[in-house]
């Protein structure tokens, strides 16, 4: 198990940019044959899956601009590092709730995700806690982590090498976790909390982000879980109603695979978000 830990404070790369694509098939876990396409979040697609949409492409000139206008206006609230983000949330919290909901930045969500966690500031007053939890102190969840690592996005390229940096970080932040909060330890399905923070940010980041989320900062632990999940069933009504002509047409068998990977126009958030927000209770409710 001392495999698994690395340097604490190291910062995760960009998994797109910076994996080799060219890794030996003996260091990948064991699953089927891949090919080497990704989609647009780093999941290799396998040979089976033959749809193009969320493949790595280019995007169309018009977008890219959109999307750099949105980066600016973020940057611009947020500050250099997050110095503003308090001030510009205090004066103006009716527009970060409208920014968010239209989607943070993929450049930007490690960042943002920390500074309205109130993870950012745990981590500046616990300076050293994350690399003692990781180097000196043991967990009775360790073997148990171990066992689920490989189980962890396995079709991730991240996450894919055996005992790789992917899923050293990920070990370590579940080790330190079980080892801050003995009273829940370490839980199957955590790791893949864990696993998406890590795809943002750096290990220290990851954990205390989690710490944030379940013992509380800026808010209390877990808030709005009840309203999280009527979010979750609004995307989801809004999926299959941008769908709904393609999916009725379909045989049963392709059902499945269709709804596994739904076009990137259909997962847009300038169009998903307003059409999941525009969902009455009586609508979700109905659907239970």
């Known amino acids: 198990m001392i495999a698994y830990i690395s340097c604490c404070t190291v910062k995760v790369p960009q998994v797109l940019t910076t994996m080799d694509k060219k890794k030996e098939v003996d260091d990948m876990e064991p699953g089927p044959a891949l090919s080497r396409?990704?989609?647009?979040?780093?999941?290799?697609?396998?040979?089976?899956?033959?749809?193009?949409?969320?493949?790595?492409?280019?995007?169309?000139?018009?977008?890219?601009?959109?999307?750099?206008?949105?980066?600016?206006?973020?940057r611009k609230m947020i500050g250099a590092?997050?110095?503003?983000?308090?001030?510009?949330?205090?004066?103006?919290?009716?527009?970060?709730?409208?920014?968010i909901r239209k989607g943070i930045p993929d450049c930007l969500r490690g960042l943002v995700w920390q500074l309205i966690s109130g993870s950012r500031d745990l981590l500046l007053m616990n300076p050293g806690v994350y690399e003692t939890l990781v180097i000196y102190e043991t967990s009775t969840s360790e073997l148990e982590i171990i066992r689920d690592i490989s189980r962890t996005f396995p079709s991730h390229i991240f996450f894919q090498q055996r005992h790789g940096t992917g899923q050293r970080s990920l070990y370590n932040v579940l080790k330190a976790y079980s080892v801050y909060d003995r009273d829940v330890g370490y839980v199957q399905g955590m790791g893949?909390?864990?696993?998406?923070?890590?795809?943002?940010?750096?290990?220290?980041?990851?954990?205390?982000?989690?710490?944030?989320?379940?013992?509380?900062?800026?808010?209390?632990?877990m808030e709005g879980l009840y309203q999280s999940m009527k979010v979750?069933?609004?995307?989801?009504?809004?999926?299959?109603?941008?769908c709904h002509d393609d999916l009725v047409k379909l045989p049963f068998e392709e059902?499945?695979?269709?709804?596994?990977?739904?076009?990137?126009?259909?997962?847009?958030?300038?169009?998903?978000?307003?059409?999941?927000?525009?969902?009455?209770?009586?609508?979700?409710?109905?659907?239970r």
């Open 192 to 221: 893949f909390i864990a696993g998406l923070l890590l795809l943002y940010m750096s290990e220290e980041d990851a954990f205390w982000l989690i710490v944030a989320l379940l013992k509380g900062a800026v808010h209390a632990p």
């Open 232 to 242: 979750v069933f609004q995307v989801g009504l809004a999926l299959l109603r941008f």
């Open 81 to 99: 590092g997050g110095s503003d983000w308090k001030h510009y949330v205090r004066r103006n919290p009716h527009v970060v709730k409208r920014r």
């Open 37 to 74: 396409s990704l989609d647009r979040v780093g999941f290799i697609k396998t040979e089976q899956s033959n749809s193009p949409e969320g493949t790595l492409k280019s995007r169309p000139a018009h977008e890219c601009g959109r999307e750099e206008r949105r980066i600016r206006k973020w």
């Open 255 to 287: 059902l499945l695979h269709s709804l596994r990977n739904f076009p990137d126009e259909a997962t847009d958030p300038d169009t998903l978000l307003p059409l999941a927000l525009s969902f009455k209770r009586t609508e979700i409710c109905s659907t």
